[in-house]
């Protein structure tokens, strides 16, 4: 069984409007929130990644679902189970990584420490909603574009070098350890479409996202492989293109939008049907539901 099929199965039991996206909307306070939870050995590995990585990318982690909810991050809560043999030293530079991720406009207001037989990160944060037209992935309309913020595959890519032991290239390993929030751009999308969008971030790959968003409009997502910006870096590896549509943890933003908005980079079109079209050079591909939920990551098999 796999995590989606957990959450049908929480949700319908709940049955509960809020769950679904990756923030829920709570209108009526005007805020957005979320929660997030790390796992040593299931998603990261203390051999490749230094504390105050951990930390930094622990907050990024959350801070991209505020950011494609449309809102504005602006509190955090921290939970950390802990070893016994963990130092003052780890904790100190694990909140350094946390703080220098909140910048100054976001603030760490609570949490829990406690201990533990390996490290458990859980981290809910907050957003704010006041003059923003807040997502959803079951928002997309038929005639807007795909958009995309950043570039992908790069986080995969520094995933397989540090499982081999390389060190190069750094900005490939960089994008794992170490991602952005791709705040500004769901900011500027919130305040710049006026009627109802999709968007999601690419935490669990690219094609995920699409997959996510046409399913859940009840859309065909038609998209140019093509056109989806990625670093010619990774094409060292064997089956590159997978990296850009299933490698995850780019945490950059995709968009359905107006064809008048002037931003972001254009990687398709909103149409009638069902799953992702993606169009190759010389052959184009329909992707359904499961189709994509055969490449995507599992953590219960871990």
Same mark, same amino acid.
């Given at each position: ?85 963990? =130092? ?31 490290? !458990? ?22 005639? &807007? ?36 929030? &791709?705040?500004?751009?769901?900011? !500027? ?6 009627? &109802? !969008?999709?968007?999601?971030? =690419? ?47 780019? !945490? ?12 972001? =980079?254009?990687?398709? &079109?909103?149409? =009638? ?30």
């Amino acid at each position: 069984m796999k995590e989606k099929e957990f959450i049908n199965i929480i949700k319908d039991l709940l049955n509960s409007k809020y769950i679904g996206d990756d923030c829920a909307y709570l209108k009526d306070l005007g805020i957005t929130i979320t929660h997030d939870s790390l796992v040593e050995d299931i998603h990261f590995k203390m051999d490749y990644i230094t504390p105050y990585q951990l930390g930094y990318k622990s907050v990024m982690v959350n801070l991209s679902d505020i950011a494609a909810s449309g809102a504005q991050p602006a509190y955090l809560t921290v939970s950390l189970s802990i070893p016994s043999d963990i =130092t003052k030293e780890w904790i100190k530079e694990f909140y350094e990584g946390c703080k220098i991720a909140c910048a100054n406009n976001i603030e760490i207001v609570g949490g829990d420490i406690t201990g533990s037989d390996k490290i !458990y990160i859980s981290i809910c944060a907050i957003g704010k909603t006041k003059e923003r037209n807040i997502s959803s992935r079951k928002n997309a309309q038929i005639g &807007q574009k795909v958009i995309v913020s950043g570039i992908h595959g790069s986080s995969a890519a520094g995933l397989k070098l540090l499982s081999k032991n390389q060190n190069e290239p750094h900005k490939l390993l960089k994008s794992h350890l170490e991602p952005k929030a &791709q705040i500004e751009f769901g900011e !500027y999308i919130a305040k710049n479409v006026n009627v &109802q !969008y999709a968007m999601m971030d =690419t935490s669990d790959g690219l094609a995920e996202a699409l997959s996510t968003i046409a399913n859940e409009s009840n859309v065909l997502l038609e998209i140019d492989f093509d056109k989806i910006p990625h670093d010619e870096e990774i094409e060292i590896f064997k089956n590159w293109q997978d990296l850009v549509l299933f490698g995850g943890e780019d !945490y950059q933003l995709v968009a359905t939008v107006p064809e008048e908005l002037n931003f972001g =980079t254009k990687i398709g &079109q909103v149409k =009638t049907g069902l799953g992702v079209d993606i169009k190759y050079s010389d052959k184009k591909i329909h992707y359904t539901k499961s189709d994509i939920d055969k490449n995507i990551f599992n953590h219960f098999n871990q």
